[in-house]
């Protein structure tokens, strides 16, 4: 009989450390995200300031004058 209520203690003592493990990696999942989010960010700074420093066009205008190329390449070929 003792050692039943022994083996249920230490059961129980197992699924407390293991309930208290999925929230700590739950914390670190929501810190982990937070610092990908910011990394990115920066990342996209670090990537405008290149650009800048090195007088190219950055990402966004890239894709502004591919859209406008697009649109005039339309417009033409309906004159046609």
């Known amino acids: ?3 039943n209520v022994v083996s249920v203690d230490m059961h ?3 699924l ?3 309930r208290a493990l999925k929230r700590e990696n739950e914390d ?6 937070d610092l990908m989010k910011r990394l990115e960010d920066l990342h996209g ?8 420093i090195k007088g190219m066009a950055s990402h ?10 697009l649109e005039l390449q339309n417009e033409l ?3 046609r």
């Open 60 to 69: 966004g205008e890239v894709l502004a004058l591919r859209k406008k190329i």
């Open 16 to 18: 407390e450390e293991i």
């Open 12 to 14: 129980s003592k197992h």
């Open 1 to 3: 009989m003792v050692s």
């Open 28 to 33: 670190l999942k929501a810190i982990n995200k």
């Open 77 to 79: 070929h309906f004159k």
């Open 45 to 52: 700074e670090y990537q405008e300031l290149r650009y800048y």
